[in-house]
């Protein structure tokens, strides 16, 4: 092995990991002081390893801060049961505001959770067996896999084994289960806590954060090449054969920043199943080895694919995992987004994949799709899955519960045909203002009002039939992926956003900047002048973002 290079100066970071290797700071201390509306910096730090993110609205921050927190869950492959969906509906109007966030990664999010409310949040999805743990912090975050039964006999085998990885993945830290279940404050004057050192993650945990995939192609629902780590399954008829190990993918940078860019994952080669879990451990400690601890800017682990090579890594992977991979096996993605509307399960049953803007369940105005859902739930008892586009799936239902579900979620407004715009079906936009800490500008409150005037424009050239992957982001960290979007909006600051262009169908390709700066006001203008060039000039059945790609690119080589 490379002998990892010696640190000069760590990152605040990973000194307070190595003080606490429990992880328990002083979050107890914190839950127990009423008087206290916040937690500390550093048990800021310490909370998003059990799952939380302190924020405060910003929209009132010229008036006081207004501190609450974010608590997100964890599914692996998205999967819960009516039981935890509705325990999540509850906990939600509860303590949080009323609506649950799909996020991008297949869980959900409750926001405006007050301290006070805290520990019965997490205890009480506990008690549904839902956990938190390791949702956000310098760990394995939740493993993706296809939530779409009708894809692929193989679609249950690679949840399960998503949801068994994620286990075998999970940090052991006591200080979890011993403020969050048990109420109490960590023991650690008893040796087993005093000497407690992850057996994963050590005592620094990871660099940063580590995202972990399965995925079955043609479909490529999952943006596998987004992720630190993927499993391509390559399938023999219905049976599994193996998978295609992926590995250095990542969306995160920072705006003028060199050292900080998006990259697609390298495929390093193939494994059988048994090797899933070794492979998994093998890559996490090369990422815990050699990751940078110095620039948390620079610490995924595609910048050590990209500056120490794919050769390298295989030989890394190979040693820690005690194994050799096979020669990579042919695979080819055709498309990416999710099967939405009434569809035929390979048992004979039905699925139903419902769009949900911007990943929002809430209730509105005329369309109270989190009334509706609850009490399809309710009736039901459907097992509900999550999707890496933000939507969502209502599994294993019988051919005779079909048209009352879609009367019971009608008379709510929510139609099962889902009658939105293909692009308007294929949009993401992350939560940004006012909850995100880190946004430079609006997404999720913008991208309505900026879809429409897509829309508009699109059916003034006739091209509202056409399908635009169109992203939207509040900041350069990529939470919705916007890297591989044929038309993303990246928040450069108040009001001003990057345009990018050019990524692909398959979400196989990296899009580029079209436009460095742009107020807000000013994108459709953007986008009218480039959707008319594309009207004018594309090839027959030419897509928008593989028009921008041969087209634009090559007007705008330096952009």
Request: net charge neutral; with cysteine; charged share 25%.
């Amino acid at each position: 092995m490379i002998a990892a290079p010696a640190a000069t100066k760590l990152a605040r970071n990973e000194g307070l990991k190595e003080s606490s290797p429990t992880l328990s700071g002083t979050i107890f201390q914190a839950l127990e002081n009423p008087s206290l509306d916040r937690f500390s910096e550093d048990d800021y730090e310490f909370l998003k390893f059990h799952g939380v993110y302190q924020q405060d609205d910003r929209d009132l921050r010229k008036v006081a801060r207004h501190y609450q927190l974010m608590v997100r869950t964890k599914f692996p492959g998205g999967v819960l049961s009516a039981r935890q969906y509705l325990a999540c509906d509850r906990l939600s109007s509860q303590y949080g505001n009323n609506t649950m966030r799909i996020t991008t990664r297949q869980d959900f999010q409750f926001h405006g959770v007050l301290k006070s409310n805290l520990r019965q949040t997490i205890k009480s999805l506990n008690e549904a067996l839902i956990s938190t743990v390791a949702a956000c912090g310098d760990v394995e975050r939740n493993v993706l896999a296809p939530p779409t039964p009708a894809t692929s006999p193989l679609v249950e085998r690679v949840l399960e084994e998503a949801r068994v990885l994620s286990g075998k993945l999970a940090p052991k830290a006591p200080a979890y289960h011993a403020i969050w279940i048990e109420g109490r404050e960590l023991d650690l004057n008893d040796e087993a806590n005093a000497k407690f050192v992850d057996p994963l993650y050590g005592a620094r945990y990871l660099p940063r954060k580590f995202k972990t995939a399965f995925v079955i192609p043609p479909l490529n629902d999952i943006d596998i090449f987004t992720n630190d780590l993927g499993f391509v399954v390559i399938a023999e008829g219905d049976q599994l054969a193996g998978y295609n190990v992926l590995a250095g993918g990542g969306m995160g940078m920072s705006h003028g920043n060199a050292q900080t860019f998006p990259r697609l994952a390298d495929v390093i080669g193939f494994i059988t199943p048994d090797q899933v879990e070794a492979v998994a451990k093998a890559a996490i400690t090369i990422h815990r080895d050699y990751g940078d601890r110095t620039n948390r800017k620079h610490a995924r682990l595609k910048y050590l694919l990209a500056e120490r090579g794919v050769d390298w890594f295989r030989t890394e992977l190979e040693q820690r995992a005690g194994i050799e991979l096979g020669a990579a096996r042919p695979f080819k993605f055709t498309t990416q987004g999710d099967l939405l509307g009434w569809h035929k399960q390979s048992d004979g049953r039905y699925f139903l994949g419902l769009f949900v803007e911007n990943g929002r369940i809430a209730d509105a105005e005329g369309y109270r799709l989190k009334t509706g859902l609850r009490e399809v739930a309710e009736q039901f008892q459907t097992e509900v899955r999550l999707t890496p586009s933000q939507n969502l799936l209502l599994v294993n239902v019988g051919a005779g519960e079909r048209e009352e579900i879609d009367r019971r979620l009608g008379g709510h407004g929510v139609s099962t045909a889902n009658p939105f715009s293909p692009t308007r079906l294929a949009s993401m936009a992350c939560p940004a203002l006012p909850t995100c800490g880190l946004a430079l500008a609006e997404s999720e409150r913008a991208m309505p009002s900026i879809l429409s005037r897509i829309e508009g424009v699109l059916a003034e050239l006739g091209l509202e039939r056409e399908k635009l992957i169109v992203r939207m982001t509040g900041c350069p960290n990529g939470c919705t992926r916007p890297y591989t979007a044929e038309l993303a909006f990246v928040g450069k600051a108040p009001n001003k956003y990057q345009i990018y262009v050019g990524g692909n169908e398959a979400s196989t390709r990296l899009n580029r900047v079209y436009k460095d700066s742009v107020k807000g006001d000013e994108l459709i203008s953007e986008v009218r002048t480039l959707l008319a060039h594309y009207k004018k000039e594309r090839e027959a059945g030419e897509r928008f973002g593989d028009f921008c790609a041969r087209v634009v690119w090559n007007d705008h080589p330096t952009q």
